[in-house]
């Protein structure tokens, strides 16, 4: 399963009759509350490629949700696991000492962005960093009001879901939340909350913050820190406009406000720089990552800047947080996308997916917009471009045909396709992917007129 043979590889429509076993079974035992994108049945993956229980072979566009970074079962990592199993599992990091979760914490600290020292929480997934990052500001800050974004995805546990505020099926009966938090609009120029176009706005939805929120209702001496994605995730693969975050992290600083900057889906490499928001010129005061730490194995960091870790013994721990197993994934991975430069591969790659794109839309109107950074990369659609109304049934539509096609590749917001191969895709899968993708789009525009 090269880069260089001829992907995909289909063999049977899918879901062939061993996926559709396995997903009969599933229906039976596994919660209601999960929601498939398709009836992609896997059972191995390698690099770019995951192959289904029927032996399709797929071009992997979803990277197990921005997971896989450096794509499926690399050998370097699959080694650091398999060497880590033999010595240590388990210690539980909260309670003794080990080794590797110290050398992971240095690393993370080395490329999170900020000269400053840094200290780091390690705990199990993307909304566990969230919780520990609440918590902590909290503590530091003795206050309890939080501000976030529309569109916000932070996770779904009880104080994360108070943050995010992407889809009400997230959030609905889940009522009460943990309180004080306020939603304010997230800088979504495709389709500015406030129908204005930049840069003739000025960035109001920045000043907004300060003007209407800030000096109105959200007295600054109460709250506790922002959340913020650089790049909206779930929301839609949504970009900021230039100047946009410069100008918040002015208003914050004005009123000495911390910046928490999730990292869980945009984080280590995926956009061509290790954290999305170094695209943006500000410093952070933390950063929540996980997903593509550790390569699939679970493990979520909040690294802080350490004056604000100032948390006294016992405040905040995990039994599980910052395995040994998962740490030496995690070191792997690090090391992984230095020796093989995978942040200039997000980079070329990104660019020429993003041109790809863009000459798609010049040529099919239900591509409203194509944005995004490395391999961060969506494209809205929509029934029409002068309305920009969403096309979620196109979306679907889209999606399915290619999955039957075999490019695995999901969405996100109300009606983006979100392009996040894992950052060492080559120029010739990223086209096949591409063509199916092509294929497809011109297959569905055509019956939109
Ligand atoms: C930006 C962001 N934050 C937090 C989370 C929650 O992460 P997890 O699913 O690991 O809890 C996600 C998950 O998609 C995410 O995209």
């Known amino acids: 399963m090269s880069g260089k043979a001829q992907y995909p590889k289909m063999v049977v429509m899918p879901p062939g009759p061993k996926a559709r076993e396995l997903i009969r079974a599933d229906e039976s035992y596994i919660s209601k509350s999960v929601l498939r994108w398709y009836s992609l049945a896997v059972e191995s993956g390698s690099g770019c490629i995951v192959r289904d229980v029927d032996g399709n072979e797929y071009i992997d566009f979803n990277s197990g949700l921005a ?37 992971l914490g240095r690393q993370l600290a ?26 902590l500001l909290k503590w530091h800050t003795r206050n309890g009001l939080f501000i976030a974004y529309t569109g916000a995805f932070h996770g779904r546990t009880l104080g994360s879901v108070s943050l995010t505020a992407s889809k009400p099926v997230q959030r609905r009966h889940f009522f009460p939340f943990v309180p004080g938090v306020t939603h304010v609009p997230y800088p979504y120029c495709y389709r500015c909350p406030f129908r204005l ?16 929120v800030l000096s109105k209702y959200v007295p600054p001496e109460n709250v506790a820190g922002m959340f913020v994605e650089p790049i909206q995730g779930e929301g839609g693969y949504v970009v900021p406009p ?5 100008r918040l992290r002015k208003i914050l600083d004005k009123y000495d406000l911390v910046m928490i900057d999730d ?7 995926r956009t061509g720089k290790w954290f999305a928001i170094e695209h943006f010129n500000v410093l952070p005061d933390a950063v929540c990552a996980a997903k593509a730490i550790g390569s699939g194995l679970p493990i979520g960091a909040l690294i802080s800047k350490d004056e604000l870790m100032d948390w006294e013994g016992g405040a905040h721990a995990s039994t599980f947080g910052g ?19 995978l942040l200039e591969n997000a980079t070329r790659q990104g660019a020429h997916l993003l041109n790809r794109l863009k000459e798609m839309q010049r040529k099919y109107e239900i591509l409203g ?34 999955f039957k096609r075999g490019l695995a590749i999901v969405t996100s917001g109300k009606s983006t396709m979100r392009f996040a191969p894992p950052l060492l895709i080559t120029r010739e899968l990223l086209d096949a992917g591409l063509d199916v993708f092509e294929g497809v789009v011109k297959e569905v525009a055509g019956s939109v007129k």
């Open 67 to 103: 997971v896989l970074n450096v794509g499926h079962c690399h050998p370097k990592v699959v080694s650091a696991i398999t060497e880590q199993t033999k010595k240590l599992i388990h210690y539980s990091y909260t309670d003794f000492y080990y080794q590797n979760i110290v050398d």
């Open 369 to 402: 917009d194509v944005r995004g950074k490395g391999l961060m990369v969506g494209a809205e659609i929509v029934k029409d471009a002068d309305t920009k109304e969403p096309g979620p049934e196109l979306v679907r539509e889209i999606t399915m045909k290619c």
């Open 110 to 135: 080395g490329i999170t962005p900020g000269a400053f020292s840094k200290r780091v929480f390690f705990c199990n997934s993307g909304t566990e960093a969230i919780e520990a990052a609440m918590k």
């Open 323 to 341: 395995n040994p197993v998962a740490c030496a994934a995690g070191l792997a991975v690090i090391e992984v996308i230095r020796e093989e430069r």
């Open 263 to 269: 990292e869980v889906q945009s984080g280590i490499g």
């Open 242 to 246: 230039d100047g946009y975050f410069t």
């Open 197 to 212: 176009s930049y840069p003739e706005c000025e960035l109001w939805c920045a000043d907004f913050i300060d003007e209407e």
